[in-house]
């Protein structure tokens, strides 16, 4: 699927913007983070590199052109949520080991454990500091709705953790931190535009509620492709999720049906350490056989109607409306 033009458009306004808040960081945490925004190779020198499809700012861009705001209200949201969203990439990278993000090492690989959590930390106060230049009302609302957000999103990484030690992990309970952990930040995304243009509380909720939906099938969508993606296109090993032991949504809808197939991945899960090619294999066999693949995108799906219809009922442009729509359907149709 084509990537939607709201989100290459976006991408174009809120890019060097990014550039420009980052460089006002000290001399020093710069070359970390150069490195993870794909500006700069490990030794400096300038790159270009995919980082991702910006999808946050876009969100934040079209929801205040939803409400018939200017594109540049909308900025400082836009640059604040892409921020929060690449601090959690950057420490969740350590947390979890991983060594490849978007076909090259991560941050804490190229650079060391301690480089990584500081960049990350400089990144998450910087988001702050944007919003809170200007102490008008509708930006210190902004900021306390990240705050929420952001403390929503961690407490969902933590629960994520958690769940990798339980033996028999449900839907719901995946539900329940994939909505923390990739769904608030993506609510806020989607109505902060909106609260920086000070559009009215129905409106804010029903842009919040889409995001938060979207977010739930943006993260059913990452756990199939965690287990069956080509690294080629996502970026990471194949099998990367299996291989980790991770408690995904494909998972979970196994473990908890109960039976043969859940007894048959316990006994692969139940071990110590990550899993070499084999098992990885054989795990992802049990699950695609147990309808663990087919029941996620199936959630991704009911997600993604869910996000359209919290749209139903306000008044929004109807360029940006359509635009929301075409977004959340690539965000389930997506390869990578």
Not at 18 to 24: I, N
Not at 28 to 37: C, D, G, K, N, S
Not at 50 to 76: F, I
Request: charged share 25%; with cysteine; glycine share 8%.
């Amino acid at each position: 699927m084509d990537v939607p033009a709201a989100l290459a458009r976006s991408r174009a306004l809120v890019e060097p913007a990014l550039v420009t808040a980052v460089e006002e960081l000290a001399d020093v945490l710069l070359p970390a983070i150069r490195y993870h925004f794909g500006w700069a190779d490990p030794d400096g020198a300038p790159a270009e590199v995919d980082t991702g499809k910006r999808l946050r700012p876009a969100l934040a861009v079209l929801s205040a052109e939803a409400v018939g705001a200017e594109v540049s209200v909308a900025l400082p949201g836009a640059l604040a949520v892409e921020l929060v969203h690449n601090f959690s990439l950057v420490h969740d990278d350590v947390v979890d080991g991983d060594t490849e993000r978007r076909h090259r090492l991560t941050v804490w690989a190229a650079f060391g454990t301690d480089e990584a959590l500081i960049a990350g930390d400089a990144l998450h106060t910087l988001a702050f500091q944007i919003l809170l230049a200007e102490a008008d009302p509708p930006r210190v609302t902004a900021a306390r709705r990240l705050v929420s957000a952001t403390m929503a999103m961690i407490a969902g990484q933590a629960a994520d953790m958690a769940l990798d030690d339980q033996s028999v992990v449900t839907l719901e309970d995946c539900l329940a931190m994939e909505a923390a952990k990739t769904g608030a930040l993506l609510g806020y995304a989607a109505s902060v535009g909106a609260v920086l243009a000070d559009a009215d509380p129905a409106t804010v909720d029903a842009l919040d509620s889409y995001g938060r939906q979207l977010g739930l099938a943006y993260q059913a969508v990452d756990d199939v492709l965690g287990i069956w993606g080509e690294p080629e296109v996502t970026g990471k090993p194949a099998g990367n999720d299996l291989r980790q032991r991770k408690k995904s949504m494909p998972v979970a809808v196994v473990l908890s049906a109960g039976g043969t197939a859940a007894a048959d991945l316990d006994a692969v899960y139940g071990r110590r350490g990550a899993l070499d090619d084999d098992e990885v294999a054989r795990a992802a066999a049990i699950i695609e056989s147990a309808g663990g693949r087919e029941a996620t995108l199936a959630e991704a799906g009911r997600r993604l109607e869910a996000a359209l219809v919290s749209l139903e009922g306000v008044e929004l442009d109807s360029r940006a409306l359509r635009e929301l729509e075409e977004v959340a359907r690539f965000v389930v149709e997506r390869d990578a």
